[in-house]
């Protein structure tokens, strides 16, 4: 069975940083493509950043520059760290295997002061 469980959520002040991390099991996470979305009240989910199990990377316009994906292959585990953190990126953040039905509970951060 495969689950997806974020963390690192939480309220932080324009301009703050926050970490995510999703740690996944019953999956062979090393072959699977990662990803970050999110969903901001009233809108839709929208694509963050992606890493491939090679470890490339492709983010979003909208986190270029100032947010980083990665991943731990030991430690089946795929992070995102957010920097200059904006009061537009509040949102609900979730985990998934790209292209897959697999999907985290979601995190949310709070961007305001």
């Known amino acids: 069975q495969v689950q997806l469980v974020e963390s690192g959520g939480g309220l932080v002040q324009p301009g703050g940083s926050l970490r995510l991390s999703c740690a996944a099991s019953g999956t062979i996470f090393r072959f699977n493509t990662m990803g970050w979305y999110r969903r901001a009240p009233g809108k839709q989910r929208e694509l963050v950043a992606i890493i491939s199990s090679g470890g490339t990377t492709t983010y979003a316009n909208s986190a270029e520059g100032r947010f980083t994906i990665s991943r731990d292959n030991a430690k089946n585990t795929v992070a995102l760290q957010m920097d200059s953190l904006k009061p537009e990126d509040t949102a609900v953040y979730y985990c998934?295997?790209?292209?897959?039905?697999?999907w985290g509970q979601g995190t949310q951060v709070t961007v305001s002061s």
């Open positions: 998934t295997i790209v292209g897959s039905r697999y």
